[in-house]
């Protein structure tokens, strides 16, 4: 059975700090593996990796996977208030781009 | 952009009833998908579909059914409304498995 896990499942910062959320999966057939930032409504899209050691960058947030130990990472560098939010982690198997996600990751960020 | 609309934000029922809740999609997508969120649960897929009339079931189908007449229309029904069904349902579209989903804002459900 397909799996993915995130980790911690939460974590309290401070205002500069930086940060390291953790996605380990299990599964066959994979694709791609996607990161997304949930505040209070919809999901919004942050990364797609595909190719292993890669880094994908948008600002203060980068993230890799690493297709040999079955994981990825997401970095928030010099963190703010506004960065605070569950961030999901999914992967897509199959042509059909069904997802399956992680439980999420509730980061806090502090003034 | 794209742009998901789900057709309420807040929605009570009662136990029993038969709830329709309405996605559409402006990008021309052929994928659409249910999901619920619980707490401690994360997003649980309920069901998908790939084209027009065509659907599959998801993780968790049991007491929900769907319909999709229209490319940029998908419907989830709730058959008879219970309790355990009082979630936050999301839904997405999204094009081949190289591009990622988006999501509309969400149906916050109380079953009472």
New interface residues.
């Given amino acids: 059975e397909d799996k993915v896990v995130q980790s911690p499942l939460s974590l309290v910062v401070h205002e500069g700090d930086t940060v390291t959320l953790n996605c380990s999966y299990e599964v066959t057939n994979f694709r791609s593996l996607l990161w997304y930032k949930q505040e209070k409504k919809a999901p919004t899209f942050l990364f797609m990796l595909t190719s292993s050691g890669i880094e994908k960058k948008s600002g203060r947030l980068s993230s890799i996977l690493d297709k040999k130990e079955l994981f990825s990472i997401l970095n928030i560098t010099a963190t703010q208030t506004g960065d605070s939010a569950v961030y999901l982690c999914a992967f897509v198997t199959g042509a059909n781009s069904k997802l399956t996600f992680g439980k999420g990751i509730t980061l806090s960020v502090r003034p | 952009d794209v742009k ?1 609309t789900q057709s309420s934000r807040y929605l009570v029922k009662r136990t029993g009833e038969k709830v329709f809740l309405e996605c559409v999609q402006d990008m021309d997508h052929e ?1 659409m ?1 249910w ?1 619920r969120q619980d707490p ?6 309920i069901y ?1 579909s ?1 084209d027009v009339k065509m659907k ?1 079931k ?1 993780d968790i189908p049991e007491g929900y059914s769907v319909s999709r007449e229209k490319k940029e229309r998908f419907s989830l029904i709730l058959e008879c409304a219970s309790t355990n069904q009082t979630s936050m349902y ?1 839904c ?1 579209t ?13 149906t916050r459900l109380s079953i009472l």
């Fill in positions: 998901v994928n998908f999901y401690g649960l994360g997003l649980r897929l998908f790939y599959e998801g999301l997405a999204g094009g081949d498995s190289n591009q990622p989903q988006h999501f509309g804002d969400g």
